[in-house]
C-alpha cells in the first residue's frame, strides 16, 4: 500500500514542475549565443567594424567583450535575430558596451524594433532621444504585439554624437503575458444622511525665518577628462590623475616652442584594456585642432 501512494505522489509532484516550466514568463527567449548560429537561430547585422565586433556577441551573455560595432564612419545600421520557429516579442532590453570610454556616444539614440513578416519589416517600437547609457545598466522597452514573427531587428537610425560608429553591447528579446483586468463586483450603495459641518477653528500661521543657503565649496579634486580633438575631428577622451594633464600640457607648450618630441603617449588605464596588461595611446602634436581640460 504504501509503494502506491509514493508513486501517486511523484506522479503528481512531475506534473506540478512540468506546468510552472512551462507557464510563459518575460525571460529572455534568445538562447546564449556562441557564434551567428549557435546554439540556435541566426544572428546577421548591416555591417561590422572587425571580425571581434561579430553581432551574436550582443547575446552572448558577457560584458567584457567587444560587443557589436558598425563599419567605420558608419553611424547607423541594424543588428536581427533570427528563430527557429515564430515566436511572439513584446518587449526587449539594451545595453551599452561599457569597455571603451566613448561608449555614451557610441550608443544608439534613434531606433526602431521591428518584426519580419515575410516580406517586409513591420515596425513595432518607436524611440528616439534615448541618451544617459550608465555602465552595466539596462535600459528596457516594451510595446503591444500579439503577432508571431521569426525574425526581429534593431534598426538604429542614430548614435549619441560619436562620428566614428555606432555599437551596442547586450540585448534580450522577451515576452510579457498581459494579464486581462477581473469584471468589476457591484456593490451596493447605502443612502446616508447627512450629518452638519463643524466650523472649523482658524489656524495660527507661523512664519518661519528662511535658512541662508550654504556657498558650495570649490572642488577639490585631483582628477580630469582630457578631451583632445583630432584635425579630422575625431575626439579621444581620458580619465587622468591631474601629474598625468599637467605632464601633458608641459609637453604640449613645450613642442609648440620647437622643442620635445612630436608625440606623446597617454597611458588609457581601465579603459579599452581588452585582453592586453596595458594599452597607450600615442596623440601627434600637429594633429591636434582643440583640447580641454574639466577637473573634478
Known amino acids: 500500500?504504501?509503494?502506491?501512494?509514493?508513486?501517486?505522489?511523484?506522479?503528481?509532484?512531475?506534473?506540478?514542475?512540468?506546468?510552472?516550466?512551462?507557464?510563459?514568463?518575460?525571460?529572455?527567449?534568445?538562447?546564449?549565443?556562441?557564434?551567428?548560429?549557435?546554439?540556435?537561430?541566426?544572428?546577421?547585422?548591416s555591417s561590422i567594424w572587425s571580425s571581434n565586433h561579430?553581432?551574436?556577441?550582443?547575446?552572448?551573455?558577457?560584458?567584457?567583450?567587444?560587443?557589436?560595432?558598425?563599419?567605420?564612419?558608419?553611424?547607423?545600421?541594424?543588428?536581427?535575430?533570427?528563430?527557429?520557429?515564430?515566436?511572439?516579442?513584446?518587449?526587449?532590453?539594451?545595453?551599452?558596451?561599457?569597455?571603451?570610454?566613448?561608449?555614451?556616444?557610441?550608443?544608439?539614440?534613434?531606433?526602431?524594433?521591428?518584426?519580419?513578416?515575410?516580406?517586409?519589416?513591420?515596425?513595432?517600437?518607436?524611440?528616439?532621444n534615448i541618451s544617459g547609457w550608465e555602465s552595466n545598466v539596462k535600459k528596457e522597452f516594451s510595446f503591444s504585439n500579439d503577432v508571431e514573427y521569426k525574425?526581429?531587428?534593431?534598426?538604429i537610425t542614430k548614435n549619441n554624437g560619436n562620428t566614428s560608429y555606432v555599437t551596442l553591447g547586450a540585448m534580450e528579446m522577451m515576452y510579457n503575458p498581459?494579464?486581462?483586468?477581473?469584471?468589476?463586483?457591484?456593490?451596493?450603495?447605502?443612502?446616508?444622511?447627512?450629518?452638519?459641518?463643524?466650523?472649523?477653528?482658524?489656524?495660527?500661521?507661523?512664519?518661519?525665518?528662511?535658512?541662508?543657503?550654504?556657498?558650495?565649496?570649490?572642488?577639490?579634486?585631483?582628477?580630469?577628462?582630457l578631451i583632445i580633438t583630432m584635425d579630422t575631428g575625431l575626439e579621444k577622451e581620458f580619465d587622468l590623475s591631474i601629474t598625468e594633464v599637467n605632464a601633458f600640457l608641459d609637453w604640449y607648450d613645450a613642442r609648440d616652442a620647437g622643442t620635445g618630441p612630436a608625440k606623446f603617449a597617454i597611458n588609457k588605464h581601465d579603459n579599452n584594456k581588452g585582453p592586453f596588461s596595458k594599452r597607450t595611446d600615442y596623440v601627434i602634436f600637429d594633429k591636434i585642432l582643440t583640447f580641454e581640460v574639466n577637473e573634478y
Open 1 to 45: 500500500m504504501l509503494l502506491p501512494a509514493l508513486l501517486a505522489l511523484l506522479s503528481l509532484l512531475a506534473f506540478t514542475l512540468n506546468t510552472y516550466a512551462e507557464t510563459p514568463g518575460s525571460t529572455n527567449l534568445v538562447p546564449i549565443m556562441t557564434s551567428n548560429t549557435a546554439p540556435s537561430g541566426i544572428v546577421t547585422s
Open 151 to 155: 525574425k526581429y531587428r534593431l534598426n
Open 178 to 225: 498581459v494579464s486581462l483586468p477581473t469584471e468589476p463586483t457591484p456593490t451596493t450603495t447605502t443612502e446616508l444622511t447627512p450629518t452638519p459641518t463643524p466650523t472649523p477653528t482658524p489656524t495660527p500661521i507661523v512664519t518661519i525665518e528662511p535658512t541662508p543657503t550654504a556657498t558650495p565649496e570649490e572642488s577639490t579634486g585631483n582628477r580630469a577628462m
Open 54 to 128: 561579430q553581432p551574436y556577441q550582443v547575446f552572448d551573455g558577457k560584458d567584457t567583450d567587444y560587443g557589436w560595432s558598425s563599419a567605420e564612419h558608419v553611424v547607423q545600421g541594424w543588428i536581427s535575430y533570427e528563430f527557429e520557429t515564430p515566436v511572439i516579442v513584446n518587449a526587449y532590453s539594451l545595453q551599452a558596451r561599457t569597455k571603451f570610454i566613448d561608449y555614451k556616444t557610441e550608443s544608439p539614440k534613434d531606433w526602431t524594433f521591428e518584426g519580419w513578416d515575410g516580406s517586409q519589416w513591420i515596425v513595432l517600437d518607436t524611440q528616439s
